[in-house]
């Protein structure tokens, strides 16, 4: 047969004139043959559909799946690939798509037919599918919508399990054009809402939405079972903006700079003089604090001639982090100034950790910047801690495990504002995510010391371990050092005092004062016990005149002025002065 073949073949590429018109029916006839027998073999190999949960039986193997989308995210890694990540459902169960050389994205709730490859990856199966082609639907393949309030969600929320609702509300924060993947809450009404539900929102927006917009959001209601709650799933790009309502723009506090970090991303504004050096604007508040200005150039120009500088100025712009100054900016270009970066949240970073903790390790170099607050007082040996997503307890506080990259030699008090550059790493001792702290920076100030009261008992107080603390209480010296009796009573903590402390000076000797500290935990010197004590520990002195401010208050100048009187001499060398009048 070979050598029939090749006789054949030989005749066909004979140069003989005479037979070159029946080689060319022959070679016509040839390739009818082979474009038949290609097509019988595309039909012998067209793929099969197969039902979602019998493709581990297809590994490795084309084939064609039918089902509903139940999510999508859009270049999930935010490097510009042209990858969408697809969550499929039938009636037998769910697979992930991962779609390259996209088309057109269908809505949440689309019924769609997808051909791809059947991918084992360590245990963990997707489909991956290639070019525009590989996903198809028709137009009443697309979802019914139905127009629901909060209000009918909250009462009856199983009614509304795999449905594709439509509901227009508030967002409870700003939403960066380039956030990958956003947690946020919906609510009925701006500020103060009878109902509100959490917004997971997939996929970047690709411009910004303001805090406290209305909008307009289709998706699917999904029940949360790692934080036991009803959320809603939408995709950012369609999410509609009703611009007839204007969110107003939030005003800074310069006494609550600890405060800020909850309007990261916002429009803002906030008064204070400004200082114009080599290029760089920085505006200053009351008590010395600082933020940076990032001005458009239009303000560049107009500043030229110097009028701007030293001058109170009212700065509105969007409050971003900037990489390059380490502090917080107002950025006047929308934040599009270069090297700002919009933090994401704790809540957000649990939110995206619960979605596909799988993904997240496949990547372990990515870093994401968090903008967060300490749970716990870090001690300078400490590694290990944890993140959460408000400065002061609350119920519902998310929190995060931590590892930083070691040891400090100042201690990170809990509540302080800190912006960590981080990766996600898996921790196989304690079988849960952890995020590897690269570099850091504190931010805003953390919240004021907790009071102490004695009939709270130990166990209350052990929630305040590690911590500043104030106790009202009298100093006496024993034999092994201070300690901090209750009057009338036999309780005490032993007083590590700070160096040149007024606490125990003789002008504060036998007085009731109320105390701040660091609050530990020692064992006893000679029992088999466990016993408190506060280290740099001192009179509370909030005005910094060395006098404690139950003395002033005792003698009747104000704990909050140096100088009560304004005479020009301080209250302590006052209340010294008249003491000595008193004795001679």
């Known amino acids: 047969m070979a050598d029939a073949l090749k006789d054949i073949m030989l005749k066909i590429t004979d140069e003989n004139p005479a037979t070159r018109g029946q080689k060319l029916w022959v070679m016509f006839a040839l390739a009818m043959f082979l474009v038949a027998s290609l097509n019988w073999y595309a039909m012998v190999r067209e793929p099969k559909v197969v039902d979602i949960e019998d493709l581990i039986e297809h590994t490795n193997t084309v084939v064609i799946v039918e089902g509903k989308v139940i999510s999508w995210i859009e270049d999930r890694y935010g490097n510009g690939e042209d990858r969408v990540d697809l969550v499929l459902e039938d009636e037998t169960g769910v697979i992930q798509v991962r779609w390259f050389s996209t088309g057109t994205i269908p809505p949440i709730g689309t019924n769609v037919t997808v051909m791809g490859d059947v991918v084992d ?3 963990r199966f997707f489909l991956q599918s290639t070019g525009s082609g590989a996903m198809w639907w028709e137009a009443s393949d697309l979802p019914v919508l139905e127009r629901v309030s909060l209000s009918d969600l909250a009462v009856a929320p199983t009614d509304y399990i795999d449905q594709i609702v439509t509901v227009t509300g508030f967002i409870g924060e700003s939403i960066s054009p380039d956030a990958i993947y956003t947690s946020a809450y919906l609510t009925d009404h701006p500020g ?7 917004l997971l929102i997939q996929s970047a927006t690709g411009r910004w939405i303001e805090s406290d917009s209305k909008v307009e959001i289709s998706g699917i209601l999904t029940y949360q079972e790692t934080s036991l709650r009803w959320a809603l799933l939408t995709q950012g790009p369609n999410i509609l903006i009703d611009n007839s309502y204007q969110p107003p723009v939030n005003r800074l506090d310069w006494s609550m700079e ?3 970090s909850y309007d990261s991303g916002s429009m803002v504004n906030i008064a204070g003089t400004l200082i114009i050096e080599g290029g760089e604007w920085t505006l200053f508040g009351p008590s010395g604090n600082s933020v940076c200005v990032i001005p458009t150039q239009a303000d560049t120009t107009a500043s030229l001639n110097g009028s701007y500088n030293g001058t109170v100025f009212d700065a509105l712009g969007r409050l971003m ?5 380490n502090t917080w900016c107002i950025d006047a270009n929308e934040g599009g100034g270069e090297n700002l970066v919009n933090p994401m949240s704790a809540l957000t970073m649990q939110a995206l950790l619960s979605a596909d903790p799988a993904s997240m390790l496949v990547t372990p170099d ?9 749970k716990y007082a870090f001690e300078p040996l400490d590694t290990e801690g944890y993140f959460v997503d408000t400065q002061t307890y609350t119920f519902g506080q998310t929190t995060i495990a931590m590892t930083f990259p070691g040891a400090r030699t100042e201690w990170i008090e809990a509540g302080q504002g800190i912006v960590a550059n981080v990766t996600v790493a898996w921790d196989d001792s304690d079988m849960r995510m952890r995020l590897m702290v690269s570099s850091y920076n504190l931010t805003g100030s953390p919240p004021s ?3 102490l009261l004695w009939d709270d008992g130990a166990t209350q107080w052990g929630y305040s371990k590690n911590q500043f ?3 009202d209480g009298k100093a006496v010296q024993r034999d092994d050092g201070w300690y901090l009796e209750r009057p009338g009573s036999e309780q005490s903590v032993k007083l590590n005092v700070q160096l040149n402390a007024i606490g125990t000076d003789s002008l504060h000797e036998n007085q009731s004062l109320t105390w701040t500290g660091r609050l530990r935990e020692i064992e006893h010197p000679t029992q088999l016990a466990i016993v408190f004590s506060l280290d740099e520990a001192d009179a509370l002195d909030t005005d910094g005149d060395r006098l404690g401010n139950s003395l002033e208050d005792a003698t009747g100048y104000n704990p909050y002025a140096a100088d009560s009187d304004g005479d020009g001499v301080d209250d302590r060398q006052e209340l010294i002065d008249s003491q000595e009048a008193a004795n001679a």
Do not use: E
């Open 121 to 123: 990856y360590n245990g």
């Open 192 to 198: 103060n809402a009878a109902h509100q539900m959490q």
């Open 258 to 260: 600890s405060t800020w």
């Open 321 to 325: 982090w900037s990489d390059d100054r």
């Open 366 to 374: 990515k870093t994401y910047t968090i903008n967060t607050y300490m």
């Open 449 to 451: 010391p907790s009071t």
């Open 469 to 471: 603390v104030l106790l």
